[in-house]
């Protein structure tokens, strides 16, 4: 058994290049035959529009396809389907779509920049429509259209799901953009509406399917890391749209939720359950460790980051040490430079391997051209 994820696609600017060849990431996780993709969210960058050409450092230009819909943000039905088929332009990604399974996620880009339902967007004038409620209707319709999911098209969407396959793996979807409070400083000292990540109900539906869980391996595919700080406002560096509130102390915000969670998987020894992750725009492995953490209730566990998949390369992100998190590897850009292009290097997936016969486990970072970066070697427990 074996799959790949990754996530962000067409983001900051970097679309089809037709001089070099499209999206040809997808052609490389084609090559390697997986059974599945996990895409971790920002399936489309719906905030993002596309110019002709995109300066890079050094006089270098990045060139686009652009389309009327990939021209500007989206605000309406119309507009989110545009940036799905923008997507399917890609003759790499056409490809590997037709071959591979796809269990997609959904996280801000696909609305709009760290939404949350409350939020709104005044003082960004390119919008017009200002509810990030209304934008991600129209949002959710058009993932909904356009990417492989159970049910139907009316009706909430319940992206959270547990996929078997067979005796040796069981991977655990989630959705942390839809249960989510709003976002805010994030240092409430006890739980409660706003401090809901993954919200009550699915938290139960994840433990519940873990508890009943007989895989050898139990993976947990979340949009965001756990234990990195992720801003609200990366600028000002202030609020949080991820778990993490980076004072470094016991639970505090949403925190409290996974620290209920962690406990629940020690209480009942839940063993090999792992994480896939993505978001932070590079690779990284992490061990969530409890002896070096502010909240030791937990089984240690890694964290497997990856991406982009077409999008600028960015990092790193300060861990927080409520959970004891530590850098096994990680490949971000050089000092001082931001939003690498994919020319640069900036693009990245995982790939998971699990020996059928002895139950091992291989999670390996690989960059565009599918050379292997790190790779960990896992045996069940």
């Known amino acids: ?90 003759n790499n990604l056409r490809r590997f779509n037709a071959e591979v399974p796809m269990l997609a996620q959904w996280n801000d880009h696909d609305v709009t920049d760290n939404w949350y339902w409350e939020k709104t967007l005044h003082a960004d004038p390119r919008y017009r429509q200002k509810s990030a409620a209304i934008l991600a209707a129209y949002a959710e319709r058009a993932f909904r259209e356009h990417t492989p999911l159970f049910g139907r098209l009316d009706g909430a969407m319940q992206l959270y799901r547990r996929f078997s396959f067979g005796p040796r793996l069981d991977v655990f979807r989630t959705d942390m953009r839809s249960f ?132 600028g390369g960015m990092g790193p992100n300060d861990l927080d040490d409520t959970f004891g998190p530590e850098v096994v590897f990680q490949k971000v850009p050089p000092a001082g430079k931001f939003d690498t292009a994919p020319s640069e290097g900036s693009c990245h997936f995982g790939h998971v391997k699990i020996d059928g016969r002895t139950g091992a486990m291989t999670a390996s970072h690989r960059d565009a051209t599918g050379n292997v970066l790190h790779a960990l070697n896992l045996d069940p427990t």
């Open 1 to 90: 058994m074996s799959f790949v994820w990754s996530v962000d696609t067409v983001g900051q600017g970097y679309g089809i290049n037709p001089d070099v060849g499209g999206m040809t990431i997808y052609e490389t996780m084609r090559k390697l035959a997986p059974d599945f993709f996990v895409h971790s969210g920002d399936t489309i960058y719906a905030d993002n529009p596309l110019t002709a050409e995109k300066k890079l450092a050094g006089g270098k230009i990045w060139k686009n396809l652009v389309t009327e819909a990939k021209s500007k943000v989206a605000e309406t039905l119309d507009d989110y389907r545009g940036n799905h088929r923008y997507n399917f332009l890609d």
């Open 180 to 311: 989510r409070g709003p976002n805010g400083p994030n240092r409430q000292t006890t739980q409660g509406p706003d401090t809901a990540f993954l919200g009550p109900a699915q938290v139960e539906w994840l433990k519940g399917a873990l508890r009943a869980s007989k895989a050898t391996w139990k993976i947990i595919a979340a949009d965001m890391p756990i234990g990195l700080v992720i801003y609200d406002d990366w600028r000002t560096k202030s609020g949080s749209d991820g778990v993490a509130n980076g004072d470094n102390g016991a639970p505090s915000g949403r925190e409290l939720e996974i620290s209920g969670l962690l406990a629940f998987i020690k209480r009942e020894n839940i063993r090999n359950v792992h994480w896939i992750t993505a978001d932070l725009h590079y690779p990284a492995t992490h061990r969530y460790n409890p002896t070096r953490a502010a909240f030791s209730d937990f089984l240690p566990f890694y964290e497997f980051v990856s991406g982009p998949l077409c999008a």
